[in-house]
């Protein structure tokens, strides 16, 4: 829930920086002066205008992938920013037995989330595995199996 409001925050946080941005352009760029009688659309008529449309369309997608890059890098419970990213898996039985995949967990011990590196078997979404409790695992290591 936390981890959804997060993002929900961010992205309602770049909307409303790029209405912001939006605002602007349109205090700052005058109408387009009538040609003849024929008053000139704004868009695709009016060469500034258009690209000022094309660069507020790159900011904005470039913002909205910032976002989503960033918020699959968080830990699903407490949003710290995974770390140690290592590598499993090989590249030489990369089909079929041991497919490469990289790992990164949380610096509290959170969980491990595990994204596939190569999509051999159609989309592979990035699996996110939650580890319990720390005592708790210590205490399943000591206890003797039976
Ligand atoms: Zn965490």
Same mark, same amino acid.
């Given at each position: 829930m ?5 993002f929900?925050?961010?992205i ?9 941005? !939006?605002?602007?352009?349109?205090r $700052?760029m ?5 040609f003849? %009688?024929? #008053? ?11 690209t000022?449309?094309?660069?507020? !369309?790159?900011?904005?997608?470039g $913002? ?5 890059w960033?918020? %699959?890098? #968080?830990?699903?419970v407490c ?14 039985m ?10 990164s967990?949380?610096?509290?011990g959170?969980?491990t989330?595990?994204v ?14 939650a ?5 708790t ?7 003797p199996?039976?």
């Open positions: 936390k981890y959804w409001a997060y929900a925050a961010k309602a946080a770049t909307a409303g920086f790029l209405s912001f941005v !939006w605002y602007g352009m349109n $700052l005058p109408d387009p002066q009538p003849l %009688r024929y #008053r000139v659309g704004r868009f695709a008529q009016d060469l500034p205008w258009t000022a449309i094309l660069a507020f !369309w790159l900011l904005s997608l $913002l909205l992938a910032v976002v989503i960033d918020q %699959r890098r #968080r830990c699903r949003l710290a920013l995974l770390r140690m990213p290592v590598e499993h898996g090989s590249w030489s990369a089909t079929l037995f041991s497919p490469p995949r990289t790992e967990i949380c610096p509290f959170h969980g989330l595990e596939p590196e190569i999509q051999s078997t159609g989309h592979n979404p990035p699996a996110w595995h580890h319990d409790d720390i005592w695992e210590l205490e399943k290591l000591d206890t199996r039976k």
